[in-house]
């Protein structure tokens, strides 16, 4: 649509912007002649702008440059997760609903106690303890052990679980060695995009996988939670304030000062919450310059271009671009 669009254009201003011979029986002289060029001209540039245009708002609109939107119903969430160009949120009478950039439902399920969202896919604890994930499942990201696993974090093309005995395990891609953990007890497991870090009961952070930006190479420190981004990584300290590593052009890696309780790294952006409530987020000014005021939130996910927050009441709200 957008090619025959495009040629229509050239078409058209090829037509109206070459002067026409004078063919009239009676003969034009040369200054009405003149002054009809001049005005097939401006009129024929006016159609051109107009046609252009219209060629630019069919292009954005067919190439997912769009406004995030929030779920259809958005009300009641206990928590909510980004991914690419979805988000999923889980309700408090244990229903997960994921949707895409119109607020449209695209997958809906029962009896759920939590969920999270990789970049193609997701994964969520049903009320028995079993791991369910849906959606791309190359390389076997939504492919779980079975059993033994008490929380979940989807990343971009692999997925990592904690057991029951504080070990960390992977699967999926794992081309960086991301899907390959160290050995060791941890608390808590967080899944980037083809990195991943967890936290240990002494507060340290150990990470794996690719490493390319540093992203892997957490600081030395005392922590209480860590997000992983694409490249980039963020950790709260146990003072509430922040520490990030990893690729910084878009300034993602470089926090606010201030105290905060949790955090979380999308692609080029990175959002956290504020202990008095607000979310504050920096990097890419498409993705993070939109943060909402007003309302005290409790959690907040960085998805790759867009960003969705929980407020206290249990409504969700999304900015950014390509939820």
Same mark, same amino acid.
């Given at each position: ?171 999926? *891609?794992?081309?960086?060695?991301? $899907?390959? =953990?160290? &050995? %060791? /007890?941890? +608390? #808590? !497991?967080?899944? @980037? ?53 990893? *690729?910084?052009?878009?300034?993602? $890696?470089? =926090?606010? &000062? %201030? /105290?905060? +309780? #949790? !955090?979380?790294? @999308? ?57």
């Amino acid at each position: 649509m957008r090619r025959a669009l495009l040629v229509s254009v050239a078409v058209m201003a090829q037509y109206l912007l070459v002067p026409q011979p004078a063919t009239g029986e009676h003969g034009e002289d040369r200054g009405n002649l003149r002054k009809r060029t001049i005005l097939t001209l401006v009129g024929g540039v006016g159609v051109v702008v107009v046609l252009v245009l219209i060629a630019v708002l069919v292009t954005r609109a067919t190439t997912g440059e769009r406004r995030p939107a929030s779920p259809s119903d958005g009300r009641d969430f206990t928590s909510v997760s980004t991914g690419t160009e979805h988000t999923c949120g889980l309700k408090s009478d244990g229903v997960v609903v994921c949707w895409d950039s119109f607020g449209r439902a695209t997958w809906q399920g029962r009896d759920f106690v939590s969920v999270t969202a990789g970049w193609a896919h997701a994964c969520g604890f049903k009320s028995d303890r079993s791991l369910v994930c849906w959606g791309n499942d190359g390389q076997g990201r939504t492919t779980p052990p079975r059993g033994g696993l008490v929380s979940a974090s989807a990343g971009a093309n692999f997925t990592c679980g904690l057991t029951g005995d504080d070990t960390v395990v992977c699967w999926g *891609a794992n081309v960086y060695g991301q $899907a390959a =953990p160290p &050995d %060791g /007890e941890f +608390v #808590s !497991v967080i899944a @980037g995009g083809h990195h991943a870090c967890a936290l240990r009961a002494d507060g340290t952070i150990s990470c794996w996988g690719r490493d390319g930006s540093g992203q892997a190479t957490p600081p030395e420190g005392i922590f209480s939670s860590v997000g992983a981004g694409a490249e980039h990584t963020c950790a709260v300290k146990r003072d509430g304030s922040l520490a990030c590593w990893g *690729a910084d052009g878009h300034g993602q $890696a470089t =926090p606010p &000062d %201030g /105290e905060f +309780v #949790s !955090v979380s790294a @999308g692609a080029e952006h990175t959002c956290g919450v504020t202990t008095g409530g607000r979310v504050a987020c920096w990097g890419a000014t498409a993705y993070a310059d939109d943060a909402p005021g007003g309302d005290r939130f409790v959690a907040v996910s960085a998805g790759v271009r867009h960003t969705c927050a929980l407020k206290d009441n249990g409504d969700i709200t999304c900015w950014g671009e390509g939820q």
